[in-house]
């Protein structure tokens, strides 16, 4: 089974710094790809950013990007610049294999004026 | 498009009503996905389709618990009767590519609350 771990429940960052969201998973395929969505207080989940496990380079959108650590099952997220309209609920995804999208718990994101 | 659409927003029922929500995926998707989202379980994948065919539904959680899709344009979720441990938001997703890989695209999601 997979399983994807976000050790954060919430961070707190100030407006225009920069803050990275960590998550941590474990799979059994070799061949899979790993998510970002911002769930922002509407509801709506969106993704922020898709990164393919073969792919060694980092994603990045925009004032987005990734660490992607392949050996440590690592995916952590960066923004930058952070601004207002980035509160939100962060969600690290998993998918791979029979067991479709896997989600975190969600990292809480608070920007502090 | 539109995006994907969901109905009703928010539901308050009793317990042992009957509930039913709605969904219309993005036009031309073919994957469409059932999520439940609780504080205690986060997010949890209870069937999806492909095709308008249901490929796995281990993810219901009890036989009160279906799912339809009658056409590419419609899906609902039915739970029957319904009980206070069922209350959650439920998100309708649709995608182009294959579940694992593709970007899903979520709906706003139903808030059912069971009193």
């Known amino acids: 089974a997979q399983t994807v771990t976000q050790s954060q429940p919430e961070m707190s960052v100030q407006e225009a710094e920069t803050v990275t969201l960590s998550c941590t998973y474990d799979?059994?395929?070799?061949?899979?790809?790993l998510f970002w969505y911002k769930q922002p207080p509407s509801r709506q989940m969106i993704l922020v950013i898709r990164q393919e496990a073969y792919k060694q380079q980092n994603a990045t959108e925009n004032r987005f990007s990734v660490n992607f650590q392949k050996a440590a099952k690592s995916f952590s997220l960066k923004i930058s610049d952070s601004q207002l309209g980035d509160a939100a609920m962060y969600f690290c995804a998993l998918g791979g294999g029979a067991d479709g999208l896997t989600f975190g718990k969600g990292t809480h994101l608070i920007i502090q004026p | 498009d539109a995006g994907v659409i969901q109905s009703p927003r928010h539901e308050v029922t009793e317990m042992g009503q009957e509930v039913t929500l709605r969904c219309k995926p993005i036009s031309g998707h073919d994957y469409l996905f059932w999520y439940r989202q609780t504080m205690m379980r986060g997010l949890e994948l209870l069937i999806y389709f492909n095709n308008n065919v249901p490929i796995d539904d281990s993810g219901m959680p009890e036989d009160r618990f279906s799912a339809k899709m009658p056409n590419a344009s419609f899906s609902t979720l039915k739970i029957q009767p319904s009980e206070p441990r069922d209350s959650a938001v439920y998100f309708c997703?649709?995608?182009?590519?294959?579940?694992?890989?593709?970007?899903?695209?979520f709906g706003e999601g139903s808030r059912l609350t069971v009193l």
């Open positions: 799979t059994s395929e070799s061949d899979y790809y």
């Open positions: 997703a649709s995608s182009l590519l294959d579940r694992n890989t593709g970007e899903l695209f």
